[in-house]
Nanobody, 121 residues
């Protein structure tokens, strides 16, 4: 069973940047990032294919967030720039057996523990 360990969350002012990391055990997976704010449903943020050659982003983060991966380290990253207060949420990484960059959370089999991101105004 794959295990995912996230790191990199924290408190940042609006306009600032954070980078989240997600280290996966075992083989290479297609990876996704999701977030959940208080009182809201979990939503898709970004995804990256197994090779890293394909990515997908939610409209709300397009142009501000970038996901990448280092398969030698089995680690995926989410670089978040120009952060806004509405980006505040618990961010989760997820792993799935598919090949592409997938936005549907139903396709993912394993989830990280989540890391809090808080953006102050």
């Amino acid at each position: 069973q794959v295990q995912l360990v996230e790191s990199g969350g924290g408190l940042v002012q609006a306009g600032g940047s954070l980078r989240l990391s997600c280290a996966a055990s075992g083989r290479t997976f297609s990876m996704g990032w999701f977030r959940q704010a208080p009182g809201k449903e979990r939503e898709f943020v970004a995804a990256i294919s197994r090779s890293g050659g394909s990515t997908a982003y939610a409209t709300s983060v397009q142009g501000r967030f970038t996901t990448s991966r280092d398969n030698a380290k089995n680690t995926v990253y989410l670089q978040m720039n120009s952060l806004k207060p509405e980006d505040s949420a618990v961010y989760y990484c997820a792993a799935g057996a598919m090949w592409g960059a997938v936005s549907s959370e139903n396709q993912y089999d394993a989830w990280g523990q989540g890391t809090q991101v808080t953006v102050s105004s």
